[in-house]
């Protein structure tokens, strides 16, 4: 046997493989054991650079493309060569699952390196955990929480642990762009060098980047340079779509008679178009092989896997339907993991975000898409997921539309689900997906950050506080007076106390904040519910609203009802209910991005029939456009009705949000109505002269348009902050000032250019 693949093995890479010979033999030999053909494209441009250890390295390739091992093959390289105490390179990831799956593709890797390889996270015995902390070594996977855990709980020993770093690898980067997680996660590294004292090369993995150079910059702020960008182009993998369409009839008097109060219609009266047809279309498309059907709520999630399994059952075929979401068990998450990934049985898992990320799911053979997709980036993660080992992509979106009557509202016409559907798609198959969110302030994340640093030193004091996390750190949109108002503020809720030496330390109210569990994540968390059957622990359940005995409801792809609660333990003791009532949940949304209302805008102009709509998706476009021309939205966004007027910016959230506001602050009463806004008792003439007004006055701050938001308190730890702090960071998250004033011109040229 030969240490080199390039040494003339026949089963090795090609000869040509420049990078390949750059590995330490004893990677080369992994890489020949494991029988690979070759390096993927993504692995032959990362390995030079990550190698180097001498920048940072954003590697933007697509699932299955081999991006962990594009930093690993030569990250182990470096190791393998001077294997000393001390953890050499941390692994960061977003899920413990992933983590899970890494770790065991990483050990298979690293056993014949002398290289070890530990994991951290909840799941992890204390055993495990206090023998690393003992002897650190080799390579670290763990959650940004439980690398905050290390911050507040072993302060003393974070030198003795990571000490000896040469290598951070941030896997689905992409996920902790724009997010009070991401920016925790940004934190934590700045706070790691400092304590080491110096820099770490840090390599970002996302399959997800719309404006590559902005996410480069994420990797590292503040920094000098940008990182090399690794971003092969597109491996010309096939791809199948199509977008399905069902139109739900309007409910008829005779529909109505025998619907009970908690709308059993959802699985008794149902009108055509309706949840069951789609589970109907789904269960003939995806019965007999792997797929992944995504939803964009849990509720959404129950109610299919549900119905879904029914069918099964009503059939008497074994179940191949099983819901994945969050709040469900681990027991019953890896459940489903595992079945997929052996493929001795068909599955389809029925699912939100949870297995969007890069967890190896074996051979998916589609993704189904239910209601319009959140956003154009989830989207091309979603498609990702299916067609590996040179098996086309397939994505199938189904989107309802409801009867369009005499009484359904101007924007309700427009088909605007369906239309923005084929947006997203367009923008996908265009190559764009988007960019990452402007920089925010997320002061909830820096009042986490600010008493982990009090709780690791004892205490600090406020101008090395500032210096550490806003003036040379990640949280540097606020200055220093600013800051000192930010403190202030923890003072009065006894969060932090000053000592008579001028240095703070954590108040009362700060020391049960920092010891309590919940504090290591960034992002709020709903108070949960265990549901329990027998002595089976079903997983968590966040409760909104109250449920009492008798109630029923959808968890776990089943129906149950609820026999007792204990409120103290906070546990909800379930019996299966086969044929019970299921109430008939609201699903979610994400923020939209305005190139997507663009592209609508864009749809509804052309006349063009995209050729991945079914039959009845062309007939409700072609009603949508109808509608569009009919309500003369072709030459005015603006439509009145009776004592109100609508109007229809084409823009994105933030910048409608902003124009609500700016219109509310001259007396407008306005409201947000999907893809419209409608202002009551103005007709079109004074709205169009308050814009004038609007567009010729000074700029407006956002921030003062923030402080008229009722309720800023969107984050885990916004209740501490003042006013004045809550609309400056609400601010620099929602609003878009320069937009809204933008579209406020342009409007207003085009309609007197237009004679109006």
Same mark, same amino acid.
């Given at each position: ?18 990078? +390949? ?8 030999? $992994?890489? $020949?054991?494991?029988? $690979? ?428 506080? $500032? ?34 030496? *001028? ?16 504090? +290591? ?28 005995? *008798?109630?029923?409801?959808? +968890? ?201």
């Amino acid at each position: 046997m030969t240490d080199s693949l390039a040494s003339g093995s026949e089963s090795g890479p090609p000869q040509g493989s420049r990078a +390949f010979l750059l590995l330490h033999p004893r990677v080369q030999r $992994w890489v $020949w054991r494991a029988k $690979w053909p070759a390096l993927r494209p993504v692995q032959e441009q990362a390995i030079a650079p990550v190698l180097a250890a001498d920048e940072d390295v954003l590697i933007a390739a697509g699932t299955a493309q081999g991006k962990t091992e594009a930093a690993f093959l030569p990250i182990c390289s470096r190791l393998v060569e001077c294997s000393g105490p001390g953890v050499r390179a941390l692994y960061v990831g977003p899920l413990k699952a992933l983590i899970n799956d890494q770790f065991r593709r990483l050990d298979e890797m690293c056993e014949g390196l002398a290289i070890p390889v530990h994991r951290w996270h909840g799941d992890v015995s204390a055993a495990k955990k206090s023998k690393l902390v003992k002897s650190p070594s080799g390579i670290l996977l763990i959650t940004p929480e439980s690398l905050e855990a290390q911050f507040v709980l072993r302060g003393t020993r974070i030198v003795k642990i990571f000490g000896q770093l040469e290598h951070v690898v941030l896997d689905e980067f992409h996920a902790y762009l724009g997010s009070e997680r991401g920016r925790q996660l940004q934190s934590l590294l700045h706070r790691l060098e400092l304590a080491i004292r110096r820099r770490v090369p840090r390599v970002g993995l996302s399959a997800t980047l719309g404006d590559v150079s902005l996410a480069a910059a994420a990797l590292r702020p503040l920094a000098p340079r940008h990182p090399t960008i690794v971003s092969p182009s597109n491996s010309g993998q096939e791809l199948r779509v199509q977008i399905r369409g069902y139109r739900i009839d309007a409910p008829r008097d005779q529909d109505l008679g025998t619907a009970s109060s908690d709308d059993s219609r959802t699985f008794k009266i149902e009108a055509p178009g309706s949840v069951v047809d789609i589970c109907a279309d789904l269960f003939e498309v995806l019965r007999g092989s792997n797929n992944l059907l995504f939803t964009n709520s849990r509720s959404d999630t129950e109610a299919i896997s549900d119905r879904l399994r029914t069918m099964c059952e009503e059939r008497r075929l074994p179940n191949e339907f099983f819901p994945h979401h969050g709040n469900l068990s681990k027991e019953i998450r890896e459940d489903v993991e595992r079945r997929l990934k052996e493929g001795r049985a068909p599955v389809t898992a029925v699912c939100t975000s949870t297995l969007e990320l890069g967890i190896d799911l074996g051979a998916v053979t589609s993704v189904a898409q239910y209601g319009p997709p959140m956003s154009v980036a989830a989207m091309r993660q979603r498609l990702g997921r299916s067609g590996r080992r040179d098996e086309p992509a397939v994505l199938r979106i189904y989107v309802r539309e409801h009867e369009v009557t005499e009484k359904t509202a101007p924007e309700d016409s427009l088909r605007a689900g369906l239309v923005q559907s084929i947006a997203m798609l367009n923008l996908l198959l265009n190559g764009w997906c988007e960019p990452p969110p402007p920089a925010a302030l997320h002061l909830s994340t820096l009042v986490q950050q600010t008493l982990s640093m009090i709780s690791r030193h004892g205490s600090v004091r406020a101008g090395d506080l $500032w210096n550490a996390l806003c003036d040379r750190g990640p949280f540097n949109g606020l200055d220093a007076p600013s800051y000192g108002i930010f403190l202030r503020d923890l003072g009065r809720s006894d969060l932090v106390t000053q000592l008579g030496d *001028g240095t703070l330390t954590l108040g009362l109210g700060g020391e049960r904040l920092v010891s309590h569990y919940s504090f +290591f994540t960034a992002f709020q968390t709903p108070e949960e519910w265990r549901v329990c059957t027998g002595t089976r622990d079903l997983g968590s359940l966040p409760l909104s609203e109250p449920l009492m005995e *008798g109630a029923h409801f959808v +968890f776990a792809g089943r129906r149950w009802r609820v026999a007792s609660l204990d409120e103290d333990r906070r546990v909800l003791y379930v019996v299966p209910a086969p044929g019970a009532p299921v109430p008939r949940f609201a699903g979610a949304g994400g923020t939209v991005h305005g190139r997507v209302r663009q592209e609508m805008l864009a749809v509804y102009q052309s006349a063009e029939v995209p050729q991945f709509l079914d039959s009845l998706a062309v007939d409700l476009l072609d009603e949508g456009r109808k509608n569009f021309a009919r309500l003369g939205l072709h030459e005015t966004p603006f439509l009145a009705e009776g004592t109100h007027v609508r109007f229809f910016p084409w823009r994105g959230d933030h910048v409608m949000d902003t124009i609500a506001l700016l219109l509310q602050r001259r007396g407008a009463a306005v409201t947000r109505t999907g893809v419209a806004l409608s202002v009551t008792a103005w007709d079109v003439d004074r709205l169009r002269e308050e814009l004038r007004c609007l567009a010729r006055a000074e700029f407006a701050s956002a921030v003062d348009l923030a402080a008229a938001v009722g309720n800023k308190c969107t984050e885990k730890h916004d209740q501490f902050l003042s006013d004045g702090l809550l609309a400056a960071d609400y601010a620099s998250k929602r609003l878009d000032t320069e937009g809204a004033y933008d579209w406020m011109v342009e409007t207003l040229a085009a309609l007197e250019a237009e004679g109006e």
